[in-house]
């Protein structure tokens, strides 16, 4: 990200390795889920990256929200929202069986009052994680790009994955910014997109 222009970003929409240390009913794992170092420099170069007055959302893992809420306040970050996606299904039952995901709506500066706010409370829909151990649906991130992205906008997306973000990002006639780690998301996600 630090050879990426300051202030060029409309915005962020991204799904950080939760610190958990995941793997997944197949054994598949997510890389630097099992320590928190890049945290804080990463959320600083999202708020550098990303223009004034703007949004950046990020889905975290409820067992590091302090991490992740330190991570964002020093980097300039404003919390001014919080989502939940109500999922059909439990992804993981220890002591709760949990049934949704959240994401908080970060704010850099003051931005506009989107012109359709969404509801806190989403639907998830099952995409039975095919292409990535922790896969988003593209269904659920459409109406994020919408409100929080200005037409023609670009969107970001750091932990990119198997690329559910940029499609939902393309689907919503926004230009697009993923970047992978992993060399087989990295495939994935270039795949669906058509960018091989």
């Known amino acids: 990200m630090g050879r990426l222009p300051s202030a060029s970003v409309d915005l962020v929409?991204?799904?950080?390795?939760?610190l958990v240390r995941y793997r997944d009913r197949a054994g598949r794992t997510i890389r630097n889920d099992a320590?928190?170092?890049?945290?804080?420099?990463?959320?600083?170069?999202?708020?550098?990256?990303?223009?004034?007055?703007?949004?950046?959302?990020?889905?975290?893992?409820?067992?590091?929200?302090?991490?992740?809420?330190?991570?964002?306040?020093?980097?300039?970050f404003r919390m001014v929202g919080h989502l939940v996606f109500q999922k059909p299904y439990a992804s993981s039952a220890r002591f709760l069986a949990?049934?949704?995901?959240?994401?908080?709506?970060?704010?850099?500066?003051?931005?506009?009052?989107?012109a359709a706010p969404i509801a806190d409370v989403q639907p998830w829909t099952y995409t039975g994680n095919r292409l990535h151990p922790t896969q988003k649906p593209v269904r659920i991130l459409k109406p994020l790009v919408r409100a929080f992205s200005p037409a023609n906008g670009l969107v970001l997306d750091p932990f990119c994955g198997s690329g559910s973000s940029l499609v939902a990002a393309v689907a919503e006639g926004r230009a697009f910014l993923g970047i992978?780690?992993?060399?087989?998301?990295?495939?994935?996600?270039?795949d669906r997109l058509g960018c091989g």
Do not use: I
């Not at 320590?35 to 959302?57: H, I, N, Q």
């Not at 994401?103 to 500066?109: M, R, V, W």
């Not at 992978?180 to 270039?190: K, Q, S």
């Open 35 to 76: 320590s928190g170092d890049w945290l804080r420099p990463a959320f600083a170069e999202m708020y550098r990256l990303l223009k004034p007055d703007t949004f950046c959302v990020s889905f975290y893992g409820w067992n590091a929200v302090d991490l992740f809420g330190a991570a964002w306040r020093e980097a300039g």
């Open 180 to 190: 992978e780690l992993d060399p087989d998301h990295y495939r994935t996600a270039r």
């Open 98 to 114: 949990h049934h949704h995901e959240q994401a908080f709506l970060l704010a850099k500066g003051r931005p506009a009052v989107p």
């Open 13 to 18: 929409l991204t799904d950080p390795p939760y």
